[in-house]
């Protein structure tokens, strides 16, 4: 079946610091994959998302390259901010097992940016 | 605005009293789903529908029903909620046209506690 590896952290910067956040994936088919991020309190927001091999990702500064050869879609960010502080999901959506759209989820990395 | 809403958005309950989450979206979107959210486990697919009157189970159907009469609302319904029922609960919505057909657009979430 469909997984995703992501580092656990948790991730402590300072500002201006540089973010990596890797993430791996099996999957049978030809999955998008997918960043969503989860601020305190609040629900899954998406951050980022490439369709297909070699697709980069971009929002807010963040960055994302789908790669086939390595299945990765790693999470980088040049200069991380206080407001970054979450927890990043890593996600993958593969329809080639059946109509059910559902996202298969890595376990989150809980990011903290202290001043 | 485009939006997605759980109700309530907090319940502590008892173990055997029947529950109902409520979600509701004015996107129009035919596919809806709901996750759980543990730590450490990231979040796991309940129960997805595709269009009214069409659903199947997810990853982690156990102790879980839902119902799709209208297109908008899917709730999710816990007929015996047990302890191990405690999570946070999201509920997820997905367009199935043409551009932005991948992306999932999440509630709020509900926290639910089964004493």
């Known amino acids: 079946g469909n997984s995703v590896t992501q580092m656990e952290g948790p991730v402590t910067l300072s500002e201006e610091a540089f973010l990596t956040i890797n993430c791996t994936y099996t999957a049978t088919g030809y999955p998008s994959l997918f960043w969503y991020v989860q601020y305190p309190g609040e629900g899954l927001q998406l951050l980022l998302k490439?369709?297909?091999?070699?697709d980069k990702g971009s929002n807010k500064g963040f960055e994302a390259t789908y790669r086939k050869e390595t299945t990765s879609f790693h999470l980088e960010k040049g200069s991380v901010q206080v407001s970054d502080s979450a927890v990043y999901f890593c996600a993958l959506s593969d329809l080639s097992g059946g109509s059910n759209y559902k996202l298969t989820f890595g376990k989150g990395t809980l990011l903290t940016v202290n001043p | 605005e485009a939006q997605v809403t759980q109700n309530p958005r907090y319940l502590i309950t008892v173990t055997g009293k029947k529950l109902t989450v409520t979600c509701s979206q004015n996107m129009n979107h035919e596919y809806m789903s709901w996750y759980r959210q543990d730590p450490g486990l990231g979040l796991r697919q309940i129960y997805y529908?595709?269009?009214?009157?069409v659903t199947d189970k997810g990853d982690v159907p156990e102790g879980y029903k839902v119902s799709r009469k209208e297109k908008r609302n899917f709730p999710l319904i816990l007929e015996s909620p047990s302890p191990n029922q405690t999570s946070l609960y999201f509920c997820?919505?997905?367009?199935w046209g043409a551009g932005d057909f991948d992306t999932q657009y999440f509630g709020p979430g509900t926290r639910l506690t089964v004493l």
């Open positions: 490439a369709t297909k091999a070699d």
């Open positions: 997820a919505t997905q367009f």
């Open positions: 529908s595709m269009n009214v009157e």
